[in-house]
């Protein structure tokens, strides 16, 4: 793992995006899952920093929507079909 990113030591505290958008803590126990979170950038030491990153992926949706006829998730679904096919 980087040694330059913060981890939270054994039985510390983490934050992380929930699944429905909010900010949710965790205690780092080495798990599977903290270590998904920690790989995917959904670790963080504070929960600012889980909000900022919250706001702007949900900023990011949010202009995607206004200039986009199409949902994101048929795009998503384009562009995974179209890089099978090739």
């Known amino acids: 793992m980087d040694k330059n990113r ?9 934050f992380y995006i929930d699944d429905r958008g909010g900010v949710s803590s965790a205690t780092e126990i080495l ?3 903290s270590d998904h979170r920690y790989k ?3 670790y963080f030491k504070c929960t600012a920093d889980a ?4 706001d702007s ?9 206004v200039n986009n006829s199409e949902p ?7 562009c995974r079909s179209t890089k099978t096919l090739q």
């Not at 994101?72 to 384009?78: A, D, G, N, P």
């Open 6 to 14: 913060w981890r939270a030591k054994r039985y510390d505290e983490y």
């Open 40 to 42: 995917i950038g959904n």
């Open 57 to 65: 992926f949900l900023y990011m949706l949010e202009i995607h929507a």
């Open 72 to 78: 994101l998730i048929s795009e998503l679904t384009k």
């Open 51 to 54: 909000e900022m990153v919250r």
């Open 31 to 33: 798990s599977h899952t």
